[in-house]
């Protein structure tokens, strides 16, 4: 099909379209307004330069290089041609996030940084962003994600023999994959330094690991004392794997665990002193609780309100304290039949398989003892911890790990098809003379 023929069925939809959202735009504009077609759709220049002008404030604001304009341009407006078709098969499968939704994914993001909600949006302001702006965005990612998801998620398996041929040929932890965050002060020395220089530059460096390790706080001693380029970021070296960082450092990160500070390293520039901040991937020790517990529950109804339920609780514990049997009690007072016909019993549960509520009261409890009445969503329960151990599951976490990894590109690579496959079979004329 040509684009004069395409232009041709559409420009009446295309028309309507810009009647219903730009009313006082006549449509002559509209049309000398288009950056390019989408489908159905169109782009807009001043939608492209709106956009445009966000990324260069990103790119600024990063200290990266800037790219010509007219690259820039063109990869942006390539990203938005690829935004629309996915929201329109979106549409066309009827995936949409409601207002609900998206205001209960930014109270979780503010939690996760420690603010409220309304903190939050002051913070977006601060930094210029405004919070439609925010949810807008938000929004259009939970579509793309819940469409990928659709697309590509279900077709992608993972087998066991992957990730066992992972661990054998990438090494039985899968060093490549393991990322240390890394601090680091440098006490640096003159070239050709005299013997005492170097031993009064090792004594700083010994009496400032001796702070650090008593509680002095790192950033700010790298600050004061490192003559390290990254001294006024605190001495952080971010996120490195071994492939990353100073072959110094290797056999001392082996040993380190997070929160250790190192003993002085010399080299010619120095003597170095880092800091385990943080490890994540195969290489870090992975344990479970496991938990053996029971538990009363009073559900609430028309008859049982939260008071009621949470006073039969209370005289139920009162009993067992008296000499009254848990079990017995459990079997013939709990609403939660599946378990009362064990005494209760939920048997060993690990962390994270109940509900929060449930799982914060039984932690804090010493075995066999009864908590107060907790209320969760199922109703009030009385709780007894029976027994509780760590286990040592980093052999399963690293499966896990190198499963996750294998999903996580091969979901890539088959997004790429996809999105590729999409770009190629979609109907799109750019006005190249516009760009």
């Known amino acids: 099909m040509t684009f004069l023929t395409h232009f041709k069925k559409n420009q009446q939809r295309l028309l309507l379209c810009g009647a219903l959202f730009f009313p006082a735009i006549s449509n002559a504009e509209i049309l000398d307004n288009m950056i390019a077609i989408v489908e159905d759709d169109v782009i807009l220049e001043n939608e492209l330069e709106k956009e445009v002008s966000t990324i260069e404030q990103r790119i600024a604001t990063s200290k990266s290089p800037m790219p010509p304009l007219n690259v820039l341009r063109t990869q942006v407006l390539e990203r938005m041609i690829m935004d629309k078709l996915q929201r329109q098969l979106a549409d066309k499968a009827g995936i949409n996030v409601n207002d609900e939704m998206l205001t209960s994914s930014a109270s979780d993001i503010a939690k996760r940084n420690n603010m409220s909600l309304d903190d939050f949006r ?73 013997s005492s220089a170097i031993q009064k530059g090792q004594n700083k460096a010994e009496e400032l690991v001796k702070k650090l390790r008593a509680g002095q706080d790192f950033s700010q001693a790298a600050i004061a004392e490192s003559n390290d380029g990254n001294a006024l970021k605190g001495g952080d070296l971010g996120w490195r794997t071994m492939r990353d960082m100073p072959t110094l450092f290797v056999n001392e990160v082996d040993k380190l665990k997070q929160g250790d500070v190192s003993e002085p390293l010399r080299s010619p520039s120095g003597f170095h002193i880092i800091k385990m901040i943080e490890v994540k991937g195969l290489d870090s020790a992975h344990s479970t609780v496991k938990t053996k517990v029971r538990h009363i529950l009073i559900k609430t109804n028309e008859l049982v309100d939260d008071a009621e339920a949470s006073k039969h609780l209370r005289e139920l514990k009162e009993r067992i304290a008296n000499g009254d049997d848990f079990a ?108």
């Open 122 to 194: 002051l913070e977006l302001d601060r930094q210029g962003i405004s919070y439609s702006s925010f949810l807008d965005n938000m929004k259009n990612e939970i579509i793309l994600n819940e469409l990928r998801g659709r697309e590509i998620g279900g077709r992608i398996k993972v087998t066991d023999r992957e990730v066992e041929h992972y661990l054998d040929t990438q090494g039985k932890v899968g060093n490549d994959m393991v990322q240390y965050h890394l601090g680091h002060i440098l006490i640096s020395l003159p070239e050709g330094a005299s």
């Open 328 to 435: 017995t009690l459990a079997r013939s007072h709990s609403d939660d039949k599946g378990s009362a016909i064990k005494g209760g019993s939920l048997d060993w549960v690990e962390t994270g398989a109940l509900v929060k509520p449930f799982e914060e009261a039984m932690s804090k409890l010493q075995i066999n003892e009864i908590s107060e009445p907790v209320q969760t969503q199922f109703g009030w329960h009385l709780i007894q911890v029976l027994d509780r151990e760590n286990l040592d599951n980093s052999a399963e976490f690293k499966k896990n790990q190198v499963r996750d990894a294998i999903r996580k590109r091969k979901i890539e690579e088959e997004t790429e098809l996809w999105m590729r496959k999409l770009r190629d079979e979609a109907f799109v004329e750019i006005f190249e003379n516009r760009l």
